[in-house]
């Protein structure tokens, strides 16, 4: 059987409810079955991905949709932990954030994000961005092996 | 002019009764001036290094000046009269020395503090030896100049301030506007097909207001990197910028089949070349943009140097502008026609001004309607000794 049968399992890490709305609409209208998690800041994203508290059934992600600036924990943390820890260092993560500062993007990839995209300010774009992270890293990409568990 | 002795010197001898209608003239100018005057004869070691100085002469203003009488005073050194003068003033015998040394009169300022004044000390040699200083109180002259300097740097910190803020809110300003796009277009996808026509154009002017203040924002950005990302001024061929300003608009230039003239002696001038691009090409766009009905533009830029500065024109056939509105123009979001006649958020010639500004320059239009344009901006030449 085709492991693309499986819904891929997303974690989006974003604090903005709109940003949320956005990116769940144009995850769902794509063409990859996928499930999309959603968390608002980076104690939650680190506790969701430990299986703590609340989150003990929760699936383990085949990629992370990282924003940077987040309340409490901030994105750059998360990303730093996530890429130190043992049994987590292997998910790919996609920073998709507003900013554009080359400090951000060179400290982003320094700590070992996947990749780096920007969100665009008007939805067409926006929506295209996302169709891009669908087709490259929902696609043609090769996932880490998951059971989810 | 009579020495310690009071006999006329050899030189000054040139008859009695002269030198006695002389006399009196010089003792009614040198009680008349408001500034302090001192005669003085130099006094030097055996180096021929001027260490020392006796008063032969003073006025009645050195006396208020000093506090010093000229009766108790003329005929000694300084080192006596004021004895710890070499400590408290070291330069003040070598700066004389120097006049007396080389006969080059020099002015100094200093700060004279029980009288809370601040005085210019001319000195020059009259005689060989001798030397006489004038003391003029500069005070309103240095404080004005101070005021000045201190104005010119709280005006550069606001400047700073200001577009520190305008950067700043014009990035905080993006997230919210960029809400308000987003979900005006998913609402157009989500609802387009059931919405009435006054649904449709409800919706169509939401999403041009967000557009053109998206548009807005773009520009008050530009207009504020102006001065926080502006590189220091160097020396750059202004004919280089020209061309690369014409390369972004070569396209339009083609499809309007427009004529720009560049005058082949286009001076070096001192400029940030990033700028002066972005100046120049405002300027060709708005000749282009700006043009008569049924009339391909024709464009001329060209350069003249008046005094310490070149002055550059860029001249057009197009529309013309009122010469009532020659200052607002140069505005930010001033625009002078109905955003269906001509597009464009009136931000160009603020930021052309701003790029001016910061070269030390100004920039003026002559027009008329109907007529064309000239704009004219000056530029720094290399030889200048002002710039950044």
Request: charged share 25%.
């Amino acid at each position: 059987m085709s492991v693309t049968c499986v819904p891929i399992e997303i974690l989006l890490v974003e604090d903005n409810p709109g940003d949320v709305i956005l990116t769940r609409e144009a995850l769902r209208s794509g063409k990859i079955s996928n499930n999309l998690q959603v968390v608002e800041d980076g104690e939650q994203a680190m506790a969701y991905l430990r299986r703590e508290g609340p989150y003990a059934d929760a699936p383990r992600p085949d990629v992370i949709l990282l924003d940077l600036n987040l309340p409490r924990k901030d994105g750059r943390e998360v990303l730093g932990e996530v890429k130190s820890d043992h049994d987590l260092k292997h998910i790919p993560v996609v920073v998709l954030t507003t900013s554009q500062s080359e400090a951000d993007v060179m400290e982003t990839y320094g700590l070992h994000a996947n990749c780096y995209l920007v969100k665009p300010v008007e939805y067409g774009p926006f929506l295209e961005v996302i169709r891009s992270f669908e087709s490259f890293w929902l696609s043609v990409v090769r996932l880490p092996p998951n059971n989810h568990k | 002019m009579r020495d310690m002795d009071g006999a006329i010197p050899p030189e000054f001898d040139g008859g009695h009764v002269g030198i006695e209608e002389l006399e009196n003239k010089y003792a009614a100018l040198s009680e008349a001036i408001d500034s302090a005057m001192a005669y003085h004869r130099m006094i030097f070691d055996a180096d021929g290094t001027p260490c020392d100085y006796v008063f032969l002469e003073v006025n009645e203003a050195f006396e208020e000046f000093t506090g010093l009488k000229g009766a108790d005073i003329i005929g000694r050194q300084v080192t006596e009269v004021i004895p710890g003068i070499r400590d408290a003033d070291p330069d003040l015998i070598s700066f004389y020395g120097e006049v007396t040394l080389s006969g080059v009169p020099k002015s100094m300022e200093f700060y004279f503090s029980p009288l809370e004044r601040w005085y210019e000390a001319r000195a020059f040699r009259p005689r060989k030896d001798h030397f006489t200083v004038l003391f003029t109180n500069v005070t309103e002259r240095y404080e004005a100049r101070r005021k000045i300097e201190v104005y010119a740097r709280e005006l550069e910190r606001s400047n700073r301030d200001l577009e520190q803020f305008a950067y700043s809110a014009s990035h905080d300003l993006q997230e919210p506007l960029r809400m308000i796009t987003s979900f005006l277009n998913l609402l157009q996808q989500h609802l387009g097909g059931s919405l009435d026509d006054k649904g449709t154009e409800y919706l169509a002017y939401a999403a041009d207001g967000a557009r053109r203040l998206k548009a807005m924002i773009n520009d008050l950005l530009l207009f504020s990197r102006v001065g926080i990302e502006g590189r220091p001024l160097e020396p750059l061929a202004l004919d280089a910028a020209v061309t690369q300003a014409m390369g972004v608009l070569s396209e339009r230039i083609a499809e309007y089949g427009a004529s720009v003239v560049v005058a082949p002696d286009l001076p070096k001038v001192l400029g940030d070349e990033g700028q002066l691009v972005q100046l120049l090409q405002n300027l060709l766009g708005n000749a282009l943009k700006f043009q008569r009905p049924g009339v391909a533009p024709e464009i001329h830029v060209s350069a003249s140097r008046e005094g310490e500065e070149w002055v550059i024109t860029v001249a057009d056939n197009g529309i013309g502008i009122d010469p009532r509105y020659f200052g607002r123009i140069f505005e930010v979001f001033q625009r002078l026609h109905g955003r269906r006649v001509y597009d464009g958020s009136g931000i160009g010639l603020a930021i052309c001004r701003r790029i001016v500004e910061r070269h030390a320059g100004r920039i003026w239009v002559e027009s008329e309607e109907g007529q064309g344009a000239m704009f004219r901006f000056t530029l720094l030449p290399l030889d200048s000794r002002r710039g950044e």
